[in-house]
């Protein structure tokens, strides 16, 4: 792939007013969902940035149309400056696809139950043209392992079943290193693990971003591992960004109705639902009239600090 | 294990006894104690909260409480009182009718336990008919109401399950385990899969609803932040045994057993640790 004017070289991946419409229904049912809308946001080099909202929201879509397994309606997506509908060749795009990887939810289903472990590893390996023999697929496939803190003599030879989400897991964000992947889009990479194995995963993901300048688009809606991961939080509601900027300042001091909405729903232990009853139903009342509104273009996009925006609608 | 048990239900009968639960896996030549020795107590409108990571026993014990349990699982000792009967000694028929109207289910994956072939109205249709004997219409009124209840608009009564959106369709599954006002509501990682938003606003609906109806909750999550807003008493468990029970806010401040230090650290927390202490202190500041 050839590039012609890079831009900043930090910025691997911009987005530009994206927008996703979906057809759905027959005949008198058919109606269209607008799954994204205008949405816009930069990956940087070696950093995060999370993509937060409820379910519906449109933060897999976000991640589905940046892997091309669908096309966007309209708006840009630049990858390091080149339009990636652009992409059309199977060259062109296999090396796109071999740039940016997914990791998905559930580890149980990502991986094929009928081959080892080293299988999963060592295909991606001769595929991209990685390896040559069958030697170095070995020695790579161990070095894969060991990278993500898993004993290469005891999984390689393994079945999936045969191992922990955790682990399961862990072979999955290997095999996005294996491809030679420098994006990762990450969808609720640790939603289904057990919380004592959440945090394990962070840290590795953490330690592939620092150790080895990976990029990630960190898809989730727990606002805790948001913080702990992304350097930068987008929160989505209904196919819109309504707030970006910062993880701790869009954490600490929400602008953005929704996002509020959002941070007083997190669980805070220090409050019970005794206590928290009557502002809980005062959040309940409103719940209703914010969606509403939030569901409204955005008209207008105010700045609270230099690396903090939030949206203002109709 | 028994020591912070609640000790002022000495007057009225708790919902649910477990006594000495015992729960054994038959492996090829060995049996495998899932759940070992577990006793507690959940009260009448109480929300008992069981915390622990998976294959820890946790829903091999919801399971146990609505005989729900295959071979080769089978409970080898123990008792489980549900308003004083034993459910264990209870004979197949008797079990069927407890089910459901005593106690109720929603299970971890309860939006994909609907079947995608029937409406909505339909699926409450079997269960409506099975127990009370109500015919489409009646059951159809009911099955409304019972969306109203968990914020659904009833029109959406002809819809399809796929029609739904996973937060939607869990709470269907709660309007269903609610529809026969059973005394113990039994939810195992009921909101899981769901966004923190519709997940406050299912609790806090299940908060308000077992006030009005004094039903008790059995509620099983890993997420001990949201199992501490949510229950009253809390028990850790650790590979099949009751590690620690106690009230929700001693677990939080003051965690006794060094696993359950260990599940709190294993937490990221959301907000810096004095800013949540804060926001607990205007909360209840505006509360007094």
Not at chain 2, 154 to 179: C, E, T, W
Request: net charge neutral.
């Amino acid at each position: 792939m050839t590039l012609l004017n890079p831009p900043s070289s930090d910025i691997l991946v911009t987005v530009k007013n994206m927008t996703k419409t979906f057809n759905t229904g027959k005949g008198l049912h058919k109606r269209q969902v607008h799954a994204l809308r205008n949405v816009s946001f930069e990956l940087k080099k070696g950093r995060a940035l999370a993509l937060v909202g409820e379910s519906g929201s449109g933060k897999s879509t976000v991640a589905r149309l940046l892997t091309r397994m669908h096309l966007h309606n309209s708006g840009e997506v630049l990858y390091r400056g080149q339009d990636i509908n652009e992409f059309n060749t199977h060259r062109e795009l296999a090396q796109y696809r071999k740039n940016i990887q997914m990791i998905f939810q559930d580890p149980y289903g990502s991986l094929n139950p009928a081959h080892t472990i080293y299988h999963h590893l060592a295909r991606p390996l001769f595929t991209h043209g990685h390896v040559k023999t069958k030697i170095q697929a070995i020695e790579k496939v161990n070095d894969l392992l060991r990278l993500v803190e898993l004993d290469p003599e005891a999984t390689a030879s393994k079945y999936p079943h045969q191992l922990s989400g955790g682990q399961r897991q862990r072979v999955s964000i290997a095999r996005t290193v294996a491809i030679g992947a420098e994006i990762i889009l990450a969808d609720e990479p640790t939603s289904m693990l057990d919380v004592s194995i959440r945090l394990d995963i962070l840290k590795l993901l953490n330690k592939m971003k620092n150790e080895q300048d990976m990029t990630f688009l960190y898809i989730t809606h727990d606002i805790a591992t948001a913080r702990y991961f992304a350097e930068e939080i987008a929160i989505m509601y209904q196919g819109q960004i309504v707030e970006w900027g910062n993880t701790s300042s869009v954490i600490d001091n929400p602008q953005h109705p929704y996002t509020q909405l959002l941070l007083s729903a997190v669980p805070n232990p220090h409050i019970s639902f005794t206590e928290a009853a009557i502002e809980g139903s005062e959040l309940l009342e409103q719940a209703n009239t914010i969606r509403e509104k939030s569901m409204a273009p955005i008209v207008e996009t105010v700045e609270y600090n230099s690396q903090h925006f939030y949206a203002q609608h109709d | 294990m028994t020591t912070s048990q609640s000790l002022s239900q000495a007057t009225e009968q708790p919902t649910l006894v477990i006594k000495n639960l015992c729960v054994d896996y038959l492996l090829d030549e060995s049996e495998f104690r899932a759940v070992d020795n577990v006793s507690f107590n959940i009260n009448k409108g109480e929300i008992f909260g069981l915390a622990g990571e998976s294959g820890c026993g946790k829903s091999t014990i919801a399971f146990a409480i609505s005989q729900l349990l295959r071979p080769p699982a089978y409970i080898s000792g123990g008792e489980i009182l549900l308003n004083g009967d034993n459910t264990l000694t209870m004979d197949k028929k008797t079990i069927a009718k407890t089910r459901w109207s005593k106690v109720s289910m929603v299970f971890q994956s309860a939006m994909n336990s609907l079947n995608p072939v029937l409406t909505i109205e339909e699926q409450f249709r079997d269960m409506f008919y099975r127990h009370k004997g109500y015919d489409e219409t009646e059951s159809a009124k009911r099955a409304g109401q019972l969306l109203e209840l968990v914020g659904i608009n009833p029109n959406r009564l002809k819809d399809y399950p796929h029609q739904f959106s996973g937060g939607m369709r869990q709470r269907i599954v709660i309007a269903i385990g609610l529809a026969l006002n059973p005394d113990l509501l039994i939810m195992d990682e009921p909101t899981t899969a769901l966004d923190v938003v519709v997940q406050r606003e299912i609790l806090l609906q299940i908060h308000a609803l077992r006030k009005e109806f004094g039903f008790s909750v059995l509620f099983i999550t890993h997420d001990l932040s949201l199992m501490t807003q949510l229950c009253d008493r809390i028990g850790v468990m650790l590979k099949g045994e009751l590690v620690e029970v106690g009230k929700a806010k001693d677990i939080l401040l003051r965690p006794q057993h060094p696993y359950t230090q260990k599940l709190w650290q294993s937490i990221p927390a959301a907000f810096e640790q004095n800013i949540a202490e804060q926001r607990a202190t205007n909360t209840r500041e505006v509360f007094a």
